[in-house]
């Protein structure tokens, strides 16, 4: 069975442009979660999506969003890059709401100049 | 609040010696704990998870892991280290229901030969 892939894997912005980041959970998995990685923070949840639907949320601002589509694919968005965005963004697929285990994507590293 | 402390950031072990790896977490709730590594780059890789029963608990490519529940504390062990165990190693808690997880900010472990 595929794993979690991730697009694209490396990116490149400038401040205040958006950014479109990918995901595609391994095949039968319905939850997505999404994670900021970086040196000063390390890992930090941002969000959730089960069905099409969020259903946890992290302490980002309102710039991060995401959402999922009914192949379970999931995408998320940060609008605005500032230069701490800059960071790795791990995504996790599980089989279904509750599952105990996630499994991660080699992640997509973004730099905002 | 929730939280997952790793008191070594840096580890430094020579090769064939034993590891241990110590985690100490907070959680309300009954926590399911893991352990993932990373090596540079990369996403994360399941090493092993408990849930219950058992505390002490096998996982992937030599490592265990004891659950002592008094101490709020989840060390993962390897009685002989490889070069190839050279990466960063993070716990994690979170509980059944909650696809949200807390990270701990990892202990990077070095192999000298």
């Known amino acids: 069975k595929a794993g979690v892939t991730q697009t694209p894997r490396y990116l490149i912005k400038t401040r205040g442009q958006q950014v479109t980041l990918s995901c595609s959970p391994i095949s039968g998995h319905r939850s997505v979660s999404w994670y900021q990685q970086t040196p000063g923070q390390g890992l930090q949840f941002l969000f959730e999506?089960?069905?099409?639907?969020?259903?946890n949320k992290g302490n980002f601002p309102g710039r991060f969003s995401g959402r999922q589509f009914s192949n379970s694919r999931s995408e998320m968005n940060v609008s605005t890059l500032e230069l701490g965005d800059s960071a790795l963004y791990l995504c996790a697929s599980s089989l279904d709401q509750g599952s105990e285990t996630q499994y991660f994507g080699p992640g997509t590293r973004l730099l905002v100049l | 609040a929730q939280s997952v402390t790793q008191p070594d950031i840096h580890i430094t072990v020579s090769e064939g010696a034993s590891l241990e790896l110590r985690c100490n977490y907070s959680y309300g709730a009954t926590p399911y704990l893991f352990w993932y590594v990373q090596s540079p780059g990369q996403g994360l890789q399941l090493l092993l998870k408990y849930f219950s029963g058992d505390t002490l608990v096998q996982g992937i490519k030599g490592f265990e892991a004891e659950f002592k529940r008094s101490q709020s504390s989840f060390n993962l062990r390897k009685p002989s280290v490889h070069w190839s165990d050279a990466a960063e190693y993070f716990c994690?808690?979170?509980?059944?229901?909650?696809?949200?997880?807390?990270f701990g900010s990892g202990t990077k472990l070095n192999v000298k030969p």
């Open positions: 999506y089960f069905s099409e639907t969020q259903r």
């Open positions: 994690a808690v979170g509980a059944l229901g909650f696809n949200k997880f807390y």
